[in-house]
């Protein structure tokens, strides 16, 4: 309490000097606040983006799991409000947690359903979060087989040593892993062949307006065929468009995701 009122009285202070630092700080508080009240009252969901077959059939190849948080009215806090604030924090841990727990039991309770969930470098030397996944991989229905985990390129080079031996323990058991946001970050090129990814997401900066921009169409089949040479399957993530999607299917991506096939729905 002392702690929370000695917060507020700098917070005070700060606002004589600065009104709009004051402000962006209180916001700040309260989204935090927010969160951490969300996940103590069990306020948490997964809602599910498809991601399709790039061929003319285009089913469904497995769902993305991403995060909801409600408030106490019940209203959805997108995660582009409070992720960028929590996701290096404490918190941000607590809610790889509840993300992965929330997707086990989803497995366990669609057979058929095939989920990729986000996780950071830094959750997985967690303890409480490593816990919770092999509890989770002793169910007798093979979980492991219809999980994928998806790191980014920066958290994947961040702790890159932790993220591989993970990746070496997790494959006998079936887990799959996907590089998340390929293309954007700063991993090089050689470092791909050390890593066990099963496949990537291009970038969505590179599929924006494909179908049109000439630029973006040689980056993004470059970004496919290296993915390729590496044995990894190629899903175009941010697609929009069916012109997107039929030009991105003609230079060889393997899968699809974005707006056009559906927004992430709170039900399968």
Known sequence: MQNTTLRRADMEDQALVDPLLYAMASRDADVTT?????????????AFHPVVTADLERRVAFHEGLVRLKDETGRII????????????????????????????QLRETPEL????????RSIGDGEWRRILDHGLLDRIAIGDRLIFEISESSAMLLHENVIRFMTEMQP??????????????????YLKDFYFDLVKIDKSFVRGINHDSDNQVLAEALITVAHQFEMFAVADGVETEAEAAFLSSIGADCLQGYHFGVPSLDL
């Open 34 to 46: 927010m969160v951490r009240d969300a996940l103590a009252a069990g306020r948490a969901q997964l």
């Open 78 to 105: 997108p995660a582009a409000h409070f992720m960028p604030l929590v996701e290096e924090t404490g918190l941000g841990r607590q809610i790889d947690c509840v993300m992965l727990q929330l997707a086990l039991k």
């Open 114 to 121: 095939r989920l990729s969930v986000n996780v950071s470098a």
């Open 173 to 190: 058991r079936g887990v799959g892993f996907a590089l998340d946001g390929f293309g954007a970050g700063f991993t090089a090129f050689r």
